[in-house]
């Protein structure tokens, strides 16, 4: 979905162990929605398994709490997007990957 990261030393394959592990969605399966127009809501949607311990994600995106968030799907968003932002500030993957 968003390479970003690539740039700040980080692969596109760190990226997409994030998003599946945030998801369930497989390497295939995020590089054909990055090559689809599916709209960020109905890629969280049809998530194969969303993980369980995305709730230990804590934070501020944005301005917001992720962990304040009442809207379930803009909470999922936010979760990716603190993840991502994780990423590119260089944190480990053992961390990011609660």
Same mark, same amino acid.
Do not use: F, S, T, Y
């Given at each position: 979905m968003d390479s970003s990261c690539s740039g700040k030393g980080r692969s596109v394959e760190e990226v997409n162990q994030v998003i599946g592990w945030l998801t369930g969605y497989r390497t295939e399966? !995020? /590089?054909a929605a990055a090559e689809s127009s599916i709209s960020y809501g109905d890629f969280f949607r049809h998530a194969?398994? $969303?993980n369980p311990n995305r709730t230990l994600i804590k934070g501020v995106v944005c301005g917001v709490?992720? /962990?304040n968030i009442q809207e379930p799907l803009m909470r999922e968003i936010r979760y990716l997007d603190k $993840? !991502?932002?994780e990423l590119a500030k260089g944190k480990s993957m053992d961390k990011i990957l609660r």
């Open positions: 399966e !995020i /590089e194969p398994e $969303l709490r992720v /962990e $993840l !991502i932002d």
